[in-house]
C-alpha cells in the first residue's frame, strides 16, 4: 500500500500506525487498572524495532500510558533511528509516577507546554511531529486557551502539527477550523463504525487516526462468549467506556454475533482476522491511518503484514454492511 498524508500537514505516514497504549504496562485511572497487564521493555523495544523494519513509521503515544513509561520505551526503541519516526503524543492528564495513577487533567498553557518538554525529553526529541489533546471532552473556552497554546507551540518549532483525540464531531468540527490541526483521533472498527467522522476528516482536509481499530483486542479472534478477562487487564476492570465492547470482563454477546456474520470474508483471499479487519478501516476512506496496539514483535509482523494484502474491495464491504445492516 501507498504512504497516506497526515492531514493538512502533508506528512507522509505509513498506512498503518502503531498505537503504544499497552506498552506502558500498569497504571489507574478512576480507581481502576487502565492498562493491558505486564509487559516486558525489552520485548517492547524488539517490536517498536521490528515495525520500524517493517515500513511503520508512524508511533502513537501519549504521556499518560503508564505515566510517561510508553514514551521513555519508545525514545529508547528509536534512538539513532529519530529521522525513520513520525512522533504522535498527547496532553492534558496529570499523572503521578510514584504511585501510577492518573488525577484528572490541565489544560493551563504553561502546564501543556510543560508537559511538552517532558514528552521531548522521554522521547529523546527536540520536536513532536504531531500534538495531540487527550482529554475526550472540553468546554468551549477551554478549546480556545488549548487551540491558542498549540498554534504557538507550532509556531516556536515545538511542534509540527496537532490534532485531538475525540468521538465529539461537534467538537472536532469546531477544533479543526484552526490551520494547523492536521487529524482527529476517533475509534473506528468493524464492530464500531464512525461515518459522521470520517467524513469530516474527509471533508477538512484532516488525518483520521484510527484507535481500538481491532476493538481492544477482540478482533484478534482470541476471546469467545466463555472468556473472562481479570480486574488487572482494562477491559475486566469495570470502566464503563469499555461495555460496548467489554462488559464486566467478557466480550459482548451482540458484537461477537456480529462477528461471526463477518468473520468468513474478513478471512478470505489468505488474511488473518486482524489483517481483514485492518483492511476494512483502509476500503473505508483514504484518509484513515488504522493504530494496532501490541506488546510483541510477532503482533507487528501480523499487523504489518496486511499492508502487503492491502484494502477489501468494493463488493466485500458492501456485503459486509449487506450482513451487519
Known sequence: MENRLLGRSGIKVSPMGIGSWAIGGQFYMDGKIDGYGKTDDETSIKAIQTALDLGINLIDTSDAYGIGHSETVIGKAIEGKRNQVVLATKFGYMGNEATRTLNGYNLDPGYIERACEASMRRLKTDTIDLYQLHVWEIGL???????????????????????????????????????????????????????????????????????????????????????????????GAGHSWTEAVFKNGRPAPEVLKKLNKVRDILTSNGRTLVQGSLAWIWAKSSVTIPIPGFKTPQQIKENAGAMELGKLTPEQMKEIDQLLN
Open 141 to 235: 473556552s477551554e478549546m480556545e486557551t488549548v487551540l491558542d497554546t498549540l498554534e504557538r507551540m507550532t509556531e516556536k518549532g515545538k511542534i509540527r502539527t496537532y490534532g485531538w483525540s475525540t468521538d465529539l464531531v461537534n467538537g472536532a468540527k469546531l477544533f479543526s477550523e484552526n490551520r494547523n490541526c492536521s487529524a482527529i483521533q476517533h475509534q473506528l472498527n468493524i464492530l464500531q463504525d464512525s461515518p459522521e467522522m470520517i467524513q469530516l476528516c474527509e471533508e477538512r482536509n484532516l488525518a483520521s487516526i484510527n484507535r481500538s481499530p481491532l476493538a481492544m483486542g477482540l478482533l484478534s479472534g482470541k476471546f469467545n462468549q466463555d472468556s473472562l478477562l481479570s480486574p488487572d487487564d482494562v477491559r
